[in-house]
Nanobody
Framework: QLQASGGGLVQAGGSLRLSCAAS????????VGWFRQAPEKEREFVAA????????RYADSVKGRFTISRDYAKNTVYLQMNKLKPEDTAVYYC???????????????????WGQGTQVTVSS
């Protein structure tokens, strides 16, 4: 089970840190991704981190502002979001899968396990 948390309301230029905690599974074996969906828009990839923690991928829209990381001891993956913009407003979901290859880390349909989502609202 994946539990996403850390969302909230923040002004443009502010920061939030999202957490994705896993229970009941060895999280270190999983590639973990963050996706988001804004109202009336399709779900889009945000960031992903390989099971080794050594490889990460980011959507162009968040490069240089967002950082994904993982804490193996806490079985948690984080998404640090800085310099937030109103267009970052969305429900953010974390997803995990043990079988994803690196070339598919940005593909939502490749992930088998999804968390419930956490709302991020950025005011202008």
């Amino acid at each position: 089970q994946l539990q996403a948390s850390g969302g909230g309301l923040v002004q443009a230029g502010g920061s939030l840190r999202l957490s994705c905690a896993a229970s009941g599974r060895t999280f270190s074996r999983y590639v973990v991704g963050w996706f988001r969906q804004a109202p009336e828009k399709e779900r889009e990839f945000v960031a992903a981190i390989h099971r080794s923690g050594g490889s990460t991928r980011y959507a162009d829209s968040v490069k240089g502002r967002f950082t994904i990381s993982r804490d193996y001891a806490k079985n948690t993956v984080y998404l640090q979001m800085n310099k937030l913009k109103p267009e970052d407003t969305a429900v953010y979901y974390c997803a995990a899968d043990a079988s994803i290859i690196m070339s598919s880390m940005a593909v939502g349909n490749a992930y088998a396990h999804w968390g419930q989502g956490t709302q991020v609202t950025v005011s202008s």
